[in-house]
């Protein structure tokens, strides 16, 4: 019998700040210089951030391994919480962007934390 293994396009998370990326990307590449290398580089790499390490994780063998990597897109969750808040404050976006930024960034901490219990419940090294 075949196993079905998941794949890294399955895990939600993955899925959702993969979006979010791209969505910021677009945004953040039409500021003016100032804002883009300055808040927008940042908040981009953050966003970036999420996915990426989420994408590593998956790919490491160990759990600690993979759960430590899924740590670092928890954090960098958080710090695009608050370059979403400055974007905002600085009028570089308007209310509904940063209402979806914020409504999107604000369901990825429990989807995260849901796959580190799944990773540590499954895996057994």
Same mark, same amino acid.
């Given at each position: ?70 740590? !670092? /897109? ?10 979403? &808040?400055?974007?905002?404050?600085? *009028?570089?976006? %308007? $209310?509904?962007? !940063? /209402? ?10 429990? &989807?995260?934390?849901?796959?580190? *219990?799944?990773? %540590? $419940?499954?895996?057994?090294?």
């Amino acid at each position: 019998m075949e196993k079905n293994y998941l794949q890294l396009n399955q895990i939600t998370a993955y899925t959702k700040s993969f979006h979010l990326s791209n969505l910021v990307w677009d945004m953040v590449s039409n500021w003016d210089n100032f804002a883009k290398y300055t808040i927008g580089q940042q908040f981009v790499d953050a966003v970036d951030s999420i996915s990426a390490n989420i994408a590593e994780g998956f790919g490491r063998y160990h759990k600690k391994d993979k759960v430590k990597f899924y740590y !670092y /897109s928890f954090g960098s969750v958080k710090e695009c919480l608050d370059w979403n &808040e400055k974007a905002k404050v600085r *009028k570089l976006i %308007n $209310e509904e962007t !940063y /209402s979806k930024i914020f409504a999107t960034l604000e369901t990825l901490p429990k &989807e995260i934390h849901q796959l580190i *219990k799944f990773t %540590n $419940e499954r895996l057994k090294i």
